[in-house]
């Protein structure tokens, strides 16, 4: 059975950094994009980009992209995403998700609180 | 890259049917078939309903359809039950190799 199990709860201050993981079990991790998607409070789904677990290439949504860093780790079965320059409107749950087979988006975590605050 | 546009809210009644719209450019919905569609209950994650803009995943019911004609994806609930009352939310490759998903629209069943 396919589990992503992210990380918990994060608070940081304007301006800061914020690094989540998304640990997945269940399938060969090399065979799948990794994508991260951004939910505000109330608000809709927000692509932010994927990596190839099998090669680290990656693809960032353009809103995104300059302040976005999306990593796979093969060792360790584990994909990251880092935000930086954070501002208050990044206060946010974001998902990692992963494709099952012809599926799309199939697989998904339950999701990381970040919250940006001073 | 915008995101589609989809209706922020239907409704319908137990048994009718309800049709969601999501409309892109040729740049994604127009120019591919790889249009999927989630639904969404609050505070879960969510979950694959349509892909390839009309195929079904095992396990989703055959009372959702999809479909496509020029820029605009349609997703099509038949028989609505009180449990499809959730957000559903529209997604697209595009021309840039990314993903776009719609606004989202909040379904209510009556």
């Known amino acids: 059975e396919v589990h992503l199990v992210q990380s918990g709860a994060e608070v940081r201050k304007p301006g800061a950094t914020v690094k989540i993981s998304c640990k997945v079990s269940?399938?060969?991790?090399?065979?799948?994009?990794i994508h991260w998607v951004q939910q505000a409070p109330g608000k809709g789904l927000e692509w932010m980009g994927l990596?190839?677990?099998?090669?680290?290439?990656?693809i960032y949504a353009e809103k995104f992209r300059g302040r976005i860093s999306v990593t796979a780790d093969t060792s360790t079965d584990t994909a990251y995403m880092e935000l930086s320059r954070l501002r208050s409107d990044d206060t946010a749950l974001y998902y990692c998700?992963?494709?099952?087979?012809?599926?799309?988006?199939?697989?998904w975590g339950l999701g990381t609180l970040v919250t940006v605050s001073s | 890259q915008s995101a589609l546009t989809q209706p922020a809210s239907v409704s319908g009644s137990p048994g009718q049917s309800i049709t969601i719209s999501c409309t892109g450019t040729s740049s994604d919905v127009g120019g591919y078939n790889y249009v999927s569609w989630y639904r969404q209950y609050p505070g879960t994650a969510p979950k694959l309903m349509i892909y390839?803009?009309?195929s079904r995943p095992s396990g989703v019911s055959n009372r959702f359809s999809g479909s496509k004609s020029g820029n605009t994806a349609s997703l099509t609930i038949s028989g609505l039950q009180a449990e499809d009352e959730a957000d559903y939310y529209c997604?697209?490759?595009?021309?840039?190799?990314?993903?776009?998903f719609g606004g989202g629209t909040k379904l209510t069943v009556l």
């Open positions: 998700a992963t494709e099952g087979g012809t599926y799309p988006l199939y697989y």
């Open positions: 390839e803009v009309s």
């Open positions: 997604s697209s490759y595009t021309s840039s190799s990314t993903w776009v």
């Open positions: 990596v190839d677990p099998e090669d680290g290439d990656t």
């Open positions: 269940g399938y060969t991790f090399t065979d799948y994009y």
